[in-house]
């Protein structure tokens, strides 16, 4: 059975708990205080950043230069005076094994010095900047402005002088040996990274400040080098026999190698040999193998003119000797022995080169007597026209008389006759070959060529056409006409039945027509008298008179050329060697 206590006391003790007032709490005092000292150290910490805003950390530098502990305005100035010396100084860079050095300056590359400075100072919250300003920043990196455009010319040379170049593999020959030089790689530096880190080491980065290269390979590598080499020692091995036109000669090793060499072509070596030294080689090697080119000329049979020589020379080919000896010298299991042939060696003149001149018909001719010439005159004369037989004139070439009788001396079998010199008959060697260049002139002048030079004599001789002669004096005086045609003119000249004659071989190209005005200013000669020891007495001549010679050149029926050319001869006066007779001079009766 179960039992209940229903005890009143006991239920009175309850109700008096629930109905008591609770005791007061502590939580907002705790808080308010809380807040007060927040807000007291937070002033204090924002005032202390403010205390150091303007003021660079303790122990500061830049590009070494100390500016710890100043105010902005001492810092820039300090670094305003510091920092030209330290810019000025050459950056030191460093590419594979070369160093060089970079002028900042002509680089373009400067400091911004207040934004430095406004890095290193200016409120700010972070606990750092209270640390640095009171225990030190350090060193401190410098705001760098770059002028790019200087930058990358500067480091563009200084590529230029840091890059090494690679070098070819070659092969070489000497005492009749090969040797081969190793190729190697080079090297060139990466400019725009080169830029890149120049910019930001300057003034922070150890020196010297490594710049990045990339490798070049050469052109000539070195397993070429090797295929090269062994062809060279496959070359001089043993000596190598050429045989032309049935003789055999050897070459030895010394010889072929002296003619050898490689050159680089397309990145390959290839192996030569100097055709001239291997043409002496087999020359000196052998007898009579070589025979000259005639040259193209013309003569004259029975008075007209025909083509001799023009045949071709047979010479050693070096060219073919130097390729036949590399193939069979390199190419193994060959027998080292090469068969060339002699080559064609052209004539200089040939045959068809003066058919097509057009040498085919006399297209002018002109004579001129002798008169009472002597014997040595009559030589001169003779062995001038011998020298002016056979002289061609390509179209466009000026022929000159002086060249084609020079030198004029004794010693070129020219003997001494009578001149004309100053104005007085004298003699000289020589003498006479005035004629020979009247009558040289007159055909040139009536082939209508173009007239260079020409000068008439001093006196008039009958035995010339008036105003249409010329004379000749080494040295000061030339007769000479250029072909101006498009036909070659052969001379032929000799002296027979008492003339002088000069014929020109052509085709007919031009037509002339030649007047000469009447004699005017006509003067009779007087007797002069020379005393000199040369004087050679003659009687009076012709007289003086003056001339006009027109020549008129025409093409097809039109005229390309007219010409005057006017001349005055000097009266010949009688010469006497002796002094003039005085006025009171008494005559014997």
Known sequence: MSTRDDSPAETTDLLGQFDAPPAPSRVPRVLMWSAVTVVVLGGAYVGAQWAVADQVAASTTVAGIDIGGMSRTDAVEALEDGLPEVMARPLEVKAGEKTGTVDPVAAGLAVDVPATVDELTGFDLAPMHLWDAAFGGGEADPVVTVDAQALSAEVELLAETLAVPPVDGTVVFADGEAYATPAQNGYTVDTDEAQRRIAEGWLVAPEPIDLPVGATRPAVTQDMTDAALAQAEALVSAPISVEVEGQVVQLPTDVVADAASFT?????????????????????????????????????????????????????????????????????????????????????????????????????????????????????????????????????????????????????????????????????????????????????????????????????????????????????????????????????????????????????????????????????????????????????????????????????????????????????????????????????D
């Not at 052209?346 to 002109?366: H, M």
């Not at 056409?465 to 000749?472: K, S």
């Not at 001339?547 to 008129?552: K, P, S, W």
């Open 264 to 588: 680089p072509v397309d990145g390959q070596l290839t192996l030569a040999l100097a055709p001239d030294a291997m043409a002496e080689a087999v020359r000196d090697r052998t007898k009579d193998l070589e025979t000259e080119a005639s040259n193209a000329r013309f003569v004259f049979k029975d008075g007209k003119p025909v083509i001799r020589g023009g045949e071709p020379g047979k010479v050693i080919d070096g060219d073919a000797i130097a390729a036949a000896v590399v193939e069979v010298g390199t190419t193994a299991g060959a027998q080292r022995t090469a068969t060339v042939a002699l080559a064609e060696a052209p004539a200089e003149s040939s045959r068809e080169a003066l058919e097509k001149l057009g040498v085919n018909e006399v297209v002018a001719e002109f004579s001129t007597p002798l008169g009472a010439s002597n014997a040595a005159r009559i030589h001169n004369l003779e062995l001038g026209t011998s020298k002016v037989n056979g002289q061609l004139v390509l179209p466009g070439e000026t022929w000159s008389l002086i060249d084609t009788l020079s030198p004029i001396t004794a010693e070129n079998g020219y003997l001494g006759a009578g001149i004309v010199s100053n104005g007085s008959l004298t003699e000289g060697v020589g003498g006479g070959l005035s004629q020979l260049a009247t009558t040289t002139y007159n055909v040139g002048y009536l082939l209508g060529y173009d007239d260079v030079e020409h000068r008439q004599h001093s006196y008039y001789f009958s035995r010339y056409p008036e105003g249409r002669e010329a004379t000749i004096f080494v040295g000061s005086i030339d007769m000479r006409f250029k072909n101006d045609t498009p036909y070659g003119m052969l001379l032929q000249s000799y002296v027979r039945n008492g003339e002088v004659t000069v014929r020109a071989w052509s085709t007919e190209h031009y037509k002339v027509e030649s007047s000469t005005t009447g004699r005017s200013n006509v003067r009779q000669p007087t007797t002069v008298y020379d005393t000199g020891a040369g004087c050679i007495a003659q009687p009076a001549g012709n007289p003086g008179f003056s001339v006009v010679v027109t020549r008129r050149v025409l093409l097809d029926g039109k005229v390309v050329k007219e010409e005057q050319d006017p001349w005055t001869y000097q009266p010949q006066n009688a010469v006497v060697c002796k002094a003039a007779p005085k006025k009171d001079d008494k005559k014997d």
